[in-house]
């Protein structure tokens, strides 16, 4: 997007408004327009110094004010970066990925990377209690709020029960429906464990972010209502975008 200029000449100024406090407002407004959304990060000092004709003082009194506004963080040594809206994500008995941001003015959407049928890698086939070497159907989303990409989330579901998982979810068929497909009416999640992790540089590019920032890694096991595994899933969420809420055991 085309950057407005900003200078010290009088004609550049709004009356009555310090030229810092102009620099603030107007990358202030840059950031909520999404105008550093691919990197997350803000130019240099000497970029934004010669992009708004100050010194050094001038801008550093800017970048202070938005950094007390949570708008960006300061790093020394590594740059200002933008301090993006925490998104909540419960973990609880029932976590649905949609609800969790619809009820927090989201939108929530999900792009599909790849889908194929291979054999259970071994700690899939021990979450979903199936033999070695059986098959399984994987399932890679890149998972998003607002069109921004928040996690990468890789499914595992047993073959034999969801033949046609596969296809029906090529045709845009939500999971949610094609479980019902199958006869899964409800589900709920067994368990969650949460660790961190550093992204391969692939899962960076997904999701937009450095490969030093670290991700929080969310491996899971839904089971149907008889108890029985229908889905082992590892998350990893964008550690700056997404904070996770525990619920307590029990809750809904």
């Known amino acids: 997007m085309p950057f407005r200029q900003l200078t010290c000449s009088s004609s550049g100024r709004r009356s009555g408004v310090t030229v810092w406090r102009q620099i603030a407002d107007t990358l ?21 110094a010669t992009r708004f004709a100050v010194n050094r003082h001038t801008l550093r009194r800017a970048m202070a004010a938005l950094q007390s506004e949570g708008l960006v963080r300061i790093e020394p040594g590594r740059g200002m970066f933008v301090q993006h809206e925490l998104l909540d994500y419960a973990l609880s008995r029932r976590t649905r990925f949609s609800e969790n941001l619809q009820r927090q003015g989201f939108l929530p959407s999900k792009q599909l990377l790849t889908a194929r049928e291979i054999p259970a ?28 990409p928040i996690g990468l989330a890789i499914a595992y579901y047993p ?19 094609i479980l019902r497909h199958f ?68 809750s809904a």
Do not use: W
């Open 28 to 48: 202030a407004t840059e950031i909520r327009d999404r105008a550093y959304a691919d990197t997350g990060r803000l130019p240099g000092e000497v970029d934004l």
């Open 121 to 148: 890698p071994e700690r899939a086939a021990r979450e979903l209690q199936l033999a070695k070497g059986a098959k399984v159907l994987k399932v890679e989303m890149l998972d998003e709020a607002n069109d921004a």
């Open 159 to 177: 073959a034999l029960r969801f033949t046609g998982l596969l296809e029906m979810l090529a045709g845009g068929t939500r999971t949610t429906d």
């Open 183 to 250: 006869g899964v009416q409800d589900y709920v999640r067994e368990r969650s464990h949460v660790t961190t992790q550093m992204p391969d540089d692939e899962t960076a590019r997904l999701l937009k972010q450095p490969s030093t920032r670290p991700l929080l890694c969310v491996e899971c096991v839904d089971v149907d209502m008889d108890g029985t595994p229908i889905k082992y899933g590892e998350t990893f969420f964008c550690g700056d975008r997404v904070q996770l809420v525990i619920a307590a055991e029990g």
